[in-house]
């Protein structure tokens, strides 16, 4: 299961017959946005509706395009999957369905810190992406033997990942899977997955 692209279907099944798709969004690099402590890269961002949100990514694309350009693409390669996540970030945003569209203040790193190292603390964590705060800490094991991990931990990086979906559906039922920061927002909300990012924002004020 290629979980962008069923994500994209779910989209498309919310806005049909309601004229959004072919409205335009716009996708651009905030050079000064705070990102995620568990994402690296550049803070792509698309407006849409009078709302705005983010992906972490190192392909960030600068463009005016509609949502529609989702709609049956192959999706195929980071930079779009990334996009299109960036758009379903936004448009769940307008929508009202999702609340986290941006990282949280830099303040508030230590205890967003402090929470997500109580829920692994202990545990065997398999991280799907690069997530190097996580993996150089001492709370919890990271492992690279996926079958024998207690917890799944994804981030923007990784639910772009070909293969990440198959994974997902393979363990959903006999693993906690965790998707972390604002960019993994969109897919965890319209897939049913567990989303951590407990001071994200919903807007930059």
């Known amino acids: 299961m290629d979980i962008i692209v069923e994500s994209v279907k779910k989209i498309e099944g919310h806005l049909e017959h309601s004229g959004c798709a072919d409205a335009g969004v716009v996708l651009d ?27 972490t990514t190192f392909d960030p694309i600068r ?5 529609s350009f989702m709609f049956g693409a192959p999706l195929d390669t980071p930079p779009v999957r990334g996009a299109a996540c960036a758009i379903i970030n936004v448009i769940l945003g307008f929508l009202c369905i999702s609340r986290v569209l941006h990282s949280c203040q830099k303040s508030c790193h230590t205890p ?13 964590v398999f991280c799907i ?7 150089r800490g001492r709370s919890c094991h990271v492992t690279n033997n ?6 799944i931990l994804i981030n923007g990086e990784g639910i772009i990942a070909m293969g990440t979906g198959d994974i997902i559906e393979k363990y959903k039922q006999t693993k906690r ?10 897919i965890a909300r319209l897939c049913e997955i567990e989303h951590w990012c407990p001071f994200g924002r ?4």
Do not use: Y
């Open 29 to 55: 690099v905030d050079p000064g946005g705070v990102i995620c402590q568990f994402e690296s890269g550049a803070s792509m961002s698309a407006t849409f509706g009078g709302r705005s949100a983010e992906f």
């Open 129 to 135: 992406g690069s997530l190097g705060k996580i993996e």
């Open 202 to 205: 919903s807007g930059l004020d």
């Open 146 to 151: 996926l079958p024998e991990s207690e917890i």
């Open 177 to 186: 899977i965790i998707c972390i920061g604002p960019s993994t927002t969109g």
């Open 112 to 124: 967003c810190w402090d929470r997500i190292n109580q829920e692994i603390r202990g545990k065997s």
């Open 63 to 67: 463009a005016p395009t509609k949502i």
